[in-house]
């Protein structure tokens, strides 16, 4: 039963996750002014709060996961608080705001220490929904690892795929038709409603469940210690220390270099499309559903024997040279856009075909790059492990 519902917690939680992302950059713009910044601070405190919860679980989850007992309670209170604060959001962001902001402070509202503390403000709201998100995915690995000491962190990996399909529909949802359906306190009400569910879910089925392999798709017992994967530098001999210290240096370039693409694609979709909440979606979207197919395809390539240190470099290059193709297209690319919008009647009802168009010009030249970032992450998984 547990494997069948690990891909189903992911995906919806992958896609509140998005919702809540996309929801938030545009419910942020209300009291910052201004949806450049909203959509950079949102980012930042989402990767940052990640990392934070991904570290934290890291280095204390297992001692706090012992005194729980039951390591599905961790994850089950990991996931029903980032429902319930969402719930609370919205009056949370309204009495900060209200004690902080610039009627309360007497600051102009365009000098930097007014800035500054606005933006302090919003990353403070977010890092209560980033922080736990981090931390769920070890959670759950250190859960499944009690039913499965061979392979708990390696079904959860394999999965990952999963979760980062849930977010690219979270953001097609949120970006094109949740917020404009029903604004913006709905959306985060029905994300919260989904994680608590999972919550609930999760800790009435495998609460006190017996430890034990977990069978593979075909029925087979779990591969046994002595025949588990090989080390991750797929070469039979381990890692040494200068070489794992090589790679967590590359992976937080990588990570700062991800970042900064994110903020840089917003902000050119949106000169591009015109809309920024829909800049934001499409940018959110083509990086996840990259993610999602460039963690496929390196799951394919590891299964096929290659190495993963090899799989690494590969990726990054790949990144690095569809950033300067972009890069030679940015002169192009406007004049592109225009020569596809022109052709289409002014006409209300041919906006969501513009967008369709657009965004999909703007998704080609973007998918490369985020395809090798997702690649890079299927490997850094594997090297964590």
Known sequence: ????????????TGMTSLVYEVVLGRYLALYLGSSGASQAITLAAFLGGLSAGALAAGRWGPRLLARLGEPVLGYALLEGGIGIWALIFPTAATALFGLVGVDGSGQDPTTVGAIALK?????????????????????????????DTTRGVAIVSRFYYVNATGGACGALLAGFWLIDSLGLELPLTLAAILNIAVALTAYRI??????????????????????????????????????????????GCTGFVTLSYEIVWTRLAGLLLGASVYAFATMLFVVIAGIAAGSAVATRALARGWAPDRLFWTSQVIAALAALVLVARLGDLPVELLLLRIRLAPLPENYGLWLAIGGGDIALHLAPGALALGEHRREADLHRR
Do not use: Q
Not at 1 to 12: A, D
Not at 132 to 138: S, V
Not at 216 to 224: H, S, Y
């Open 206 to 251: 495998f609460r006190g469940a017996p430890s034990g392999a977990i069978p593979d798709a075909d029925g087979a017992a779990a591969t046994p210690p002595s025949a588990a994967a090989t080390p991750a530098n797929a070469t039979g001999k381990p890692a040494t220390a200068g070489g794992v210290w090589l790679f967590v240096l590359a992976a």
């Open 1 to 12: 039963m547990l494997e069948r519902f690990i891909p189903l917690f992911l995906l919806i």
């Open 119 to 147: 933006l302090a403000v919003a990353a403070a709201l977010l890092l209560p929904f980033a922080a736990p998100m981090g931390a769920t995915l070890p959670v759950l690995a250190a859960c499944v690892d009690r039913r």
